[in-house]
């Protein structure tokens, strides 16, 4: 399963070139960036690991690519996300998240179901074992 | 126009008998209206040989306090305070016999937290007037003492996104279709479909209730066990606009119930339910973490024809101060009415926290939001993936972009209609990230992409020759013009 989490995931996977771009967008927004990285990437989870704090005041993207390159080597068996943080007054969200890197095998998910009443059933999302995971 | 008042007071101004409004004290020239007053400006057509101030002034009367002829018992109230006041009439640029009319109200007039009793003291009686011959409430300014009493989105821009963990693009949504005679089954498919090639939503049509083809468990059921088959199947976050829409209260709040208990993220009404069937559902959505999507079904009634009824841009401050967290403003470039400047103050009142005046875009006022909730509006109707950077352009980001036929009409299936839209989407916004002239290489970027995409370059051939352009009625009056320099 190719996990279609973030904001440019249907397209092919970012090339260092393409993710400086963002980041140097994000910069000029004047929003913070921040690497996180998982190695469970289900969709309610909200809190990923921090590479760091979020970089504040950083006026070139090849800081934050050299983090990245940093991050990768470390956890490059991980998904691995950018996003900008936005302070102004009525954000103070992430404006924008993205991948920059996958592991080599992606999580796959399946649906557990419990019968409840009536017709109803109760859904949970849960992680396959890696070992029945497809390749 | 704008000169004298002419006001009667004392003992002579409640002489029995009738007297001009424009006398007994609803047009004052001289007013300067408070920052608690609310304000309503009207576009006044008075019948032939009406008087504009004095049509003007009736219409601030018969909204406050007046009736056709004077009454004693005004002298046991504090009435000079109650009575709305005209203090301003404008010719309407372009059109003669139109007038707009500057109303302002004090704030005790109006029950706090209230739609219902607003709408009711502002367009509640004066529509019918027989001395005009049209009447349109154009636009509103709320003060800041009044927009606190409501409780506002129940969920807003910024926690939705939150919650569905997806930031820095627009939404993407399909309206099931055919909108009528689909089973529970067959509809569960449409959204699975959907959802799986890659839209973040799809929605029930305003008229998708509870029918002899699909009754509204069968649906509900369905369509949750596609909206988890699809969550699992992407690892993201996916929903289904069920729409709780009901003859009854009990009704609608029995199939919201059965949305939350089923672990629906949204639920849907439409706008025909009421002020207050609307406020009671946007108070049970904050309660109960729910994003409440509004379809404006039957707005065009009313707001669609620039000389009579209710701007949208009122009906849109109304539901942000009742409490919805998404609704319908238009496309621009879509099948339905939508000019771009006024379509753009739609959006800016859903969006900011403060509007500045802007009369090319149809604002009138200074409106402060308080920082209550953003809703999001939503773009539905007649779109496709080929108009990706003029709907990027037009719309900005914090929008839902819903592709009815736009998806489920893919010659290659749904999901492939999903991915194409998908596709569209992240590769407009990866451009204009980049700093792109996106707007102009619009087609270029989109056809890039779909040199990797069978599915968008599918989409891009069978759409290319649609769009819509008719003339919109509603339009504003104002256009901006360059400044001298001296």
């Given at each position: 399963m190719k996990l279609t989490q973030g904001c440019f995931s249907f397209l092919p996977d970012l090339t260092d070139d393409q993710i400086t771009k963002q980041v140097q967008y994000c910069l000029a927004n004047g929003w913070a960036v921040n690497i996180e990285f998982t190695d469970d990437p289900h969709p309610r989870n909200?809190?990923?690991?921090?590479?760091?704090?979020?970089?504040?005041?950083?006026?070139?993207?090849?800081?934050?690519?050299?983090?990245?390159?940093?991050?990768?080597?470390?956890?490059?068996?991980?998904?691995?996300?950018?996003?900008?943080?936005?302070?102004?007054?009525?954000?103070?969200?992430v404006r924008i998240s993205f991948l920059v890197n996958r592991p080599p095998q992606e999580a796959e998910f399946e649906l557990v179901r419990q019968e409840v009443g009536g017709r109803a059933i109760r859904y949970s999302t849960v992680r396959k074992p890696a070992a029945h995971a497809s390749q | 126009m704008n000169a004298h008042a002419g006001t009667v007071r004392g003992k002579e101004r409640y002489r029995s008998g009738t007297m001009e409004y424009a006398r007994m004290g609803y047009w004052e020239p001289d007013y300067v209206p408070k920052d608690t007053d609310v304000i309503a400006l009207f576009r006044v057509t008075p019948q032939e040989g009406v008087d504009p101030i004095e049509a003007s002034a009736a219409v601030a009367g018969e909204s406050s306090t007046a009736t056709w002829t004077v009454v004693w018992t005004d002298r046991l109230t504090a009435a000079e305070k109650y009575r709305a006041k005209c203090y301003r009439v404008d010719p309407v640029p372009g059109t003669p016999g139109s007038y707009f009319a500057y109303i302002a109200y004090d704030l005790d007039l109006f029950e706090p937290g209230s739609i219902a009793n607003l709408s009711a003291s502002i367009i509640g009686n004066v529509f019918g007037f027989k001395p005009l011959k049209a009447l349109r409430l154009e636009d509103m300014r709320f003060p800041v003492a009044y927009v606190k009493t409501f409780q506002g989105p129940a969920t807003g821009i910024v926690v939705e996104r939150e919650r569905l963990d997806k930031f820095g693009r627009p939404l993407l949504g399909a309206t099931v279709k055919p909108k009528l005679g689909l089973s529970g089954r067959n509809y569960g498919r449409v959204v699975y479909e959907a959802l799986k090639g890659g839209l973040d939503f799809t929605k029930d049509d305003e008229n998708i209730n509870s029918q002899p083809f699909m009754h509204w468990r069968d649906r509900f059921l369905y369509c949750m066990e596609a909206v988890n088959r699809a969550q699992a199947a992407s690892g993201e976050v996916k929903g289904t606009y069920l729409n709780i829409t009901a003859g009854t209260m009990e009704d609608m709040y029995e199939r919201a119930e059965l949305a939350k208990e089923l672990g629906s993220c949204i639920v849907m009404i439409d706008l025909v339910i009421g002020y207050?069937?609307?406020?009671?559902?946007?108070?049970?959505?904050?309660?109960?973490?729910?994003?409440?999507?509004?379809?404006?079904?039957?707005?065009?009634?009313?707001?669609?024809?620039?000389?009579?009824?209710?701007?949208?841009?009122?009906?849109?401050?109304?539901?942000?101060?009742?409490?919805?967290?998404?609704?319908?403003?238009?496309?621009?470039?879509?099948?339905?009415?939508?000019?771009?400047?006024?379509?753009?103050?739609?959006?800016?009142?859903?969006?900011?926290?403060?509007?500045?005046?802007?009369?090319?875009?149809?604002?009138?006022?200074?409106?402060?939001?308080?920082?209550?909730?953003?809703?999001?509006?939503?773009?539905?109707?007649?779109?496709?993936?080929?108009?990706?950077?003029?709907?990027?352009?037009?719309?900005?980001?914090?929008?839902?972009?819903?592709?009815?036929?736009?998806?489920?009409?893919?010659?290659?299936?749904?999901?492939?209609?999903?991915?194409?839209?998908?596709?569209?989407?992240?590769?407009?916004?990866?451009?204009?990230?980049?700093?792109?002239?996106?707007?102009?290489?619009?087609?270029?970027?989109?056809?890039?992409?779909?040199?990797?995409?069978?599915?968008?370059?599918?989409?891009?051939?069978?759409?290319?020759?649609?769009?819509?352009?008719?003339?919109?009625?509603?339009?504003?009056?104002?256009?901006?013009?360059?400044?001298?320099?001296?």
């Open positions: 909200t809190y990923w690991e921090m590479w760091g704090l979020p970089m504040f005041d950083l006026q070139d993207a090849a800081g934050v690519m050299m983090e990245l390159a940093e991050c990768r080597r470390v956890y490059g068996d991980r998904y691995v996300r950018i996003s900008g943080f936005d302070s102004s007054h009525g954000w103070e969200s | 207050t069937a609307i406020q009671s559902m946007a108070k049970w959505a904050r309660r109960n973490d729910m994003i409440l999507h509004l379809h404006r079904a039957g707005h065009s009634t009313y707001t669609r024809q620039k000389s009579h009824g209710v701007s949208f841009r009122v009906i849109a401050k109304w539901m942000r101060l009742a409490g919805v967290d998404h609704i319908h403003a238009g496309t621009v470039v879509g099948k339905l009415e939508g000019d771009p400047n006024t379509t753009r103050g739609y959006y800016d009142v859903c969006r900011e926290d403060f509007n500045p005046t802007r009369l090319e875009h149809g604002l009138f006022f200074d409106q402060s939001w308080a920082s209550l909730n953003k809703m999001m509006p939503v773009a539905s109707g007649g779109i496709h993936a080929g108009q990706m950077h003029q709907l990027l352009d037009l719309l900005g980001e914090d929008v839902v972009l819903q592709f009815g036929g736009g998806t489920i009409g893919h010659p290659m299936g749904i999901a492939a209609g999903a991915i194409a839209n998908r596709v569209a989407l992240e590769a407009m916004i990866l451009a204009r990230n980049e700093g792109r002239d996106y707007v102009h290489e619009g087609p270029e970027i989109l056809a890039r992409a779909a040199e990797t995409c069978t599915p968008l370059k599918a989409a891009l051939e069978v759409w290319k020759d649609v769009s819509f352009n008719y003339e919109s009625t509603d339009t504003p009056d104002f256009v901006p013009t360059a400044l001298e320099t001296v």
